[in-house]
């Protein structure tokens, strides 16, 4: 059985007893906001900037504005990966992921971040989703020296930027959704960072009043920014893992597809399918 390490209290500058696997943590595809520099993963936090790096048996970082609290909840420290690894036990296609994926976590990136990411992911490689995402940030976004890291821009700026300059900076016909989306949210009309304690399906349901939201990136939002460690979003690589590996979770619908393999899985749905996501993309699935 796998044992997890101390996580609380972080100490100031190097996490041992801690199990991340920052590299795999950052290429998932769960999150698209970052820089790699010199070894590090940059990205930034509630305004704040941050730099990560496997280093031994723990991870070292760099800080400036985001408190040690912050860094936990982004990287996802706090979770149970001895609960994943109880609810894999006994199934030989997760359980090998998960092994092999041993140290990934599922990231906490912000909420607009987040909603403007996935839906520039639709039908998008995730290379191509982050030098977009990338881009946006580094034309728009504020940055410090010393730093490769750039803010992502505010929902007031990025609806002031309008239609066309997003599709020049290659959100293509994804342009107007996110215009629409993001005055929706600094109207205040929909509010993603208030969603953490809401119930799943209120919190799934208020997400998709957002343009260019529907329930694939709905799910990604609530467990890529949320932590609704639970919910599954069903994209092409998982559908074709379930359809080929779990063919008696296939249901009618998306969300019966998706509940059912919520259940199969208990809590740690997303935990499951990121391990077989990124496993699937990079490992030995077979996919």
Known sequence: MWKEGVVPGVPAEKVTGTVIDVTKT???????HWWEKDGW????????????????????YEAEGVPEEEVVRFLGLGDDLGGVADAVEGDPVAEEAFRRQYGLRVPRD????????????????????????????EKHGETRDGWAAHTFPSPEEVASLGEERLRELGFGYRGPYIVETARSIADGDVCPGGLRT???TEAHDELKRLKGVGDK??????????????????????RRIIDEHYPGLVGG?????ARAFRDRFGGYGGYVQTALYHEARVGDLGM
């Open 26 to 32: 950052f290429e998932s595809g769960a999150v698209y």
């Open 198 to 200: 809401a119930p799943y």
């Open 217 to 238: 990136v709905a799910d990604c939002v609530l467990l890529f920014s949320l932590g609704f460690i639970g919910v599954v979003a069903l994209d092409t690589w998982l």
């Open 41 to 60: 993963y940059e990205t930034t936090v509630g305004g704040g900037f941050l730099r990560v790096r496997d280093e031994g048996d723990g991870f070292v």
């Open 253 to 257: 619908t998306y969300e019966e597809t």
């Open 110 to 137: 912000d909420p607009f971040a987040s909603v403007v990411s996935f839906i520039a992911s639709a039908q998008s490689r995730n290379e191509r989703t982050r030098g977009v995402v990338r881009g946006l940030c």
